[in-house]
């Protein structure tokens, strides 16, 4: 396995992500001669990639648009609260 220093490596990150992407080969990154990381290529799925939108298989039944019960059952639409959820200062200001 190669060995590149951590202040090389800094300096040539991109360089090295791409030479270890291009030939599969790990490096190992030092500090000081000590093994601080190692770069290794990504492990080779074997599921297909999903892309962002698609399903999976699923299937859509029904109305996924309207809502889900009727406006009478919501408790919102049934009448005013007791309450003025809008008072009117009793003092008008100049």
């Known amino acids: 396995m190669d060995e590149i220093s951590i ?4 300096a040539t990150c991109l360089a090295v992500l791409e030479r270890v992407r291009r030939t599969g080969q790990p490096i ?3 500090r000081f001669g000590k093994p601080v990381a190692e770069i290794v290529p990504p492990a080779e799925s074997s599921r297909p990639k999903r892309r962002l939108g698609t399903l999976g ?13 009727d406006e009478s059952d919501w408790e ?8 003025d959820p809008f008072p ?5 200001k100049e």
């Open 7 to 10: 202040s090389k490596f800094k």
């Open 28 to 30: 190992r990154v030092t």
């Open 57 to 69: 298989g699923g299937r859509i039944i029904g109305d996924i648009v309207g809502p889900i019960g």
């Open 88 to 92: 009117k200062d009793s003092e008008e």
């Open 76 to 83: 919102a639409a049934q009448e005013a609260p007791p309450w």
